[in-house]
């Protein structure tokens, strides 16, 4: 196949052509990618292998690859020992709850920097973008005073849901996100709405959100993600142990239960964002890349 004269790429085809130029090619491929795939993977190996090992298996040193003599059991005494359904119940809670307040803030604030354009809507954006760069250790402490006694209201949010849920609606990068998919979408589409007389909330509902489904799509999974991984934010705003999410449970109960039922109750927390990804794959790719061309 021909090469085309517009294309240029690190290794010619002619080089691609010949017997050596193919054999360094194909093997630094190989190599590439099955180191890539030994880092990514690995880890998970070890973790769903030293899962259905014993507590002196585990513990040896060097590892072995695989269990000798594999122990089920380990996953039904995680499960009934940690309390996981209890743990996984809030966790999901949690998360749908997250996935409804990002859905409707987020979405809302993005369709006005992006749409409606209000006076200093860039500089909005920009201050907004701004707190990227500040790392997420530093506004610890002022969320938690925040958390303890809410502003004007002076509730205390400690074991409640909203605790975690307003701090995850303030998401600038999910708001970027957004608002860059809504630049994509035609402003003719906006004009033709208002010659109807659709009014700036009924276009939104109308036009802007059935067409914006991938990238919905994709801040409901970042949504999902950010409450399932967290650690540090619900050890801190939810001390009770009935409202618990998997990961803090987990490190709750890792004190007094073997390493290997540990890890097992690790697996099992794993499962659910695993099977999210592996179904909605596509249209992650498909909501990061629709909105990058404006066209």
């Known amino acids: 196949m021909a090469q085309d004269s517009g294309t240029r ?3 010619s085809q002619s080089q691609l052509s010949r017997g050596r130029g193919r054999v360094i090619y194909w093997t630094l491929l190989v190599v590439v990618v099955a180191g890539f795939t030994l880092v990514f993977l690995g880890p998970l190996y070890w973790m769903v292998t030293g899962a ?3 507590g002196q298996e585990i513990a040896q040193t060097p590892p072995s690859l695989f269990p000798k003599d594999p122990q089920p059991q380990n996953y039904i005494d995680a499960w009934n020992n940690l309390a996981l359904a209890k743990l996984l119940f809030n966790t999901f809670y949690y998360a749908i709850g997250a996935v409804l307040f990002q859905l409707v803030f987020d979405t809302a604030a993005a369709y006005s920097l992006s749409k409606l354009r209000p006076i200093f809507g860039n500089v909005i954006l920009a201050l907004m973008l701004g707190t ?11 969320q938690y005073v925040t958390v303890i006694d809410l502003p004007i209201l002076h509730i205390n949010l400690l074991d409640s849901p ?10 600038a990068f999910n708001i970027f996100l957004l608002k860059r998919f809504f630049d994509s979408i035609p ?3 906006m004009a033709a709405a208002l010659m109807d007389g659709a009014t700036s909330l009924r276009t939104l509902w109308s036009i802007i959100l059935p067409l914006s489904r991938p990238i919905l799509g994709v801040v409901s999974i970042f949504a999902v993600t950010a409450v399932w ?6 050890k801190l705003v939810m001390p009770s142990p ?3 999410t998997v990961s803090v449970g987990i490190y709750a109960f890792a004190g007094g239960t073997p390493m290997n039922v540990v890890i097992a109750a690790s697996v099992i927390a794993a499962i659910p964002t695993v099977i999210i990804f592996l179904i909605f794959q596509r249209n992650i790719m498909s909501g990061l890349t629709t909105g990058s061309i404006k066209g």
């Open 229 to 234: 991984k967290d650690f540090l934010w619900p």
């Open 52 to 54: 259905l090992k014993s």
């Open 9 to 11: 790429t690190l290794i």
């Open 132 to 142: 990227l760069m500040i790392p997420a250790m530093v506004l610890i402490v002022p």
């Open 242 to 244: 009935e409202t618990r």
């Open 187 to 189: 402003e003719e589409l």
């Open 162 to 171: 909203f605790a975690i849920w307003l701090p995850l609606v303030a998401n």
